[in-house]
């Protein structure tokens, strides 16, 4: 697949055309940005010398796929009628971007031949149905039968990305951004990932609509092969790493560091501040991986595998107050449950949670995060229950993301419970409250995922088995936050 390729800008009065040639390969997607300057379009006759107003922070992106192993360049005149209907296609978007959720996602169909030319059959980025018939009154004419199968185009209201990075050709890979027609592909290559723990199944559609997240497909002979996520947190100064996978066949074969290489020079050229790269690991690290990776914290896995209608039995007959060895929870360390004023009021604190939070890291379902308000804002838009055990002077806080379905069968859900602190009655008592509000409605197989300070690990596995008769699926692992400069 070549290089996506931002053609240069043909000036001349009102009438703006962009020319993009492709490269020789025998698929291409070809990706043309165009940047609308509204006070320029609706002032025509002003001055050229005469300051503007910056508002050209649309883009309008044309995605063309080729057929052929060569083609002559693409022409696309852009006249002064044509561009004030963009214009007012833009004005309705963003008037119907916080509508957008409501909107039935559907995929648009492939524009037809009509006369015996084809014409641009146009998609929004978020699915925007009732704004196609805007679009539709623009008919680009390609003039080019045969060879170009298919062309879309989309409005995002982001500022313009910078050009994939060049590839080394003996590689033998090619890499493009992620769109919703690859998700049938992903999931092919991603059978019985994670111990059939996969989260991208339920996450995908949102991670394509994050404007802090790029996610990048590897390709071999236009089979895709690996998958990558890259998230930018942190004010803007650390690349998390997500998703990362390999299909079956390709793994060993050195196809997720050329990805990881790949991703950081493509996040270092669009965010020149991130200084780090962050993953989070659960298999063994050994010396050669610290030789590549800095260990910021860990936190112990306990993973149990209960059916919901039993569990919800047995926390029937423990009661409230239930604790270890016998001890009763005292009515001072109820848990307390925080609203989203409070999330950022306690973890923001200077003070109150450094002992809490192991290394300053708020570890939620494999995220790592530092606490900066950027952080909070982005977490605070999850299905997320905080918990500390007192708001005025917390040792124990935990996060439960709500559950999720996992592709293991019919009716099995993922709960992820991530805790922080030393203090394992209070652990248990936060454990209890989140069980008891995620599996009360839910019927089926629960896979959950706790991970705690590691000493508290076998005394919690103890609990799980003995008191909640629940099994565990493997023994003792652990979740590593590591990082290298980028």
Not at 111 to 126: F, K, L, Y
Not at 171 to 181: D, H, N, R, S
Not at 258 to 275: G, N, T
Request: proline content about 7%.
């Amino acid at each position: 697949m070549g290089s996506l390729g931002v053609g240069q800008a043909v000036t001349g009065g009102p009438t703006c055309a962009y020319a993009v040639s492709s490269a020789a390969d025998a698929t291409r997607r070809i990706r043309v940005e165009l940047a609308l300057s509204v006070a320029a379009t609706l002032s025509p006759s002003a001055s050229p010398s005469a300051p503007r107003s910056d508002l050209s922070c649309h883009r309008v992106v044309l995605t063309c796929c080729c057929s052929k192993p060569s083609a002559p360049p693409l022409f696309l005149p852009l006249g002064q009628f044509t561009l004030q209907l963009v214009l007012l296609s833009l004005l309705l978007y963003e008037a119907a971007e916080h509508f957008a959720k409501f909107l039935d996602a559907r995929r648009p169909r492939a524009g037809r031949p009509v006369g015996g030319r084809r014409w641009i059959r146009p998609t929004g980025t978020r699915s925007l149905g009732p704004l196609y018939l805007p679009f539709a009154l623009i008919p680009f004419y390609t003039g080019h039968q045969g060879v170009f199968q298919a062309i879309t185009m989309k409005i995002e209201n982001s500022l313009p990305c910078q050009q994939l990075p060049e590839v080394h050709p003996q590689t033998g890979l090619q890499f493009t951004v992620a769109t919703e027609e690859d998700f049938d592909d992903i999931m092919a290559m991603s059978q019985d990932i994670y111990g059939g723990l996969d989260y991208l199944p339920t996450r995908y559609q949102t991670w394509l609509q994050e404007t802090n997240r790029t996610v990048i497909l590897a390709r071999k002979q236009g089979k895709v092969i690996a998958l990558e996520s890259v998230c930018v947190i942190d004010d803007g100064e650390t690349m998390l790493v997500e998703g990362l996978r390999v299909a079956p066949q390709e793994r060993g074969k050195g196809v997720a560091g050329v990805l990881l290489r790949y991703c950081s020079q493509l996040v270092k050229s669009k965010y020149p501040d991130v200084k780090v790269s962050r993953l989070t690991r659960d298999d063994q690290l050994g010396p050669k991986d610290f030789q590549k990776y800095r260990l910021i914290t860990k936190q112990a896995i306990l993973l149990a595998r209960f059916r919901a209608e039993d569990l919800k039995l047995h926390l029937t007959d423990l009661g409230l107050n239930v604790g270890i060895t016998g001890d009763d929870m005292a009515p001072a360390n109820i848990p307390v449950h925080l609203e989203p004023s409070e999330v950022r009021q306690l973890f923001l604190s200077n003070g109150l949670m450094k002992d809490v939070l192991p290394n300053a890291t708020i570890v939620q379902d494999w995220q790592p995060f530092k606490p900066l308000p950027s952080n909070m804002a982005i977490l605070l838009k999850k299905d997320i229950d905080w918990m500390v055990d007192d708001i005025s002077c917390p040792s124990m806080a935990s996060l439960c993301t709500f559950p999720i379905r996992v592709p293991i069968g019919d009716d099995w859900y993922y709960l992820n419970i991530d805790m922080f602190g030393k203090d394992l009655a209070l652990a248990v008592q936060q454990l209890l409250c989140h069980l008891r509000r995620h599996t009360n409605m839910l019927k089926g197989h629960v896979m959950c995922q706790v991970f705690l300070d590691p000493p508290l690990w076998k005394p919690m596995a103890e609990f799980f088995k003995e008191t909640l008769k629940v099994e565990l699926v493997k023994q003792y692992t652990e979740q590593c936050v590591v990082e290298s400069d980028v």
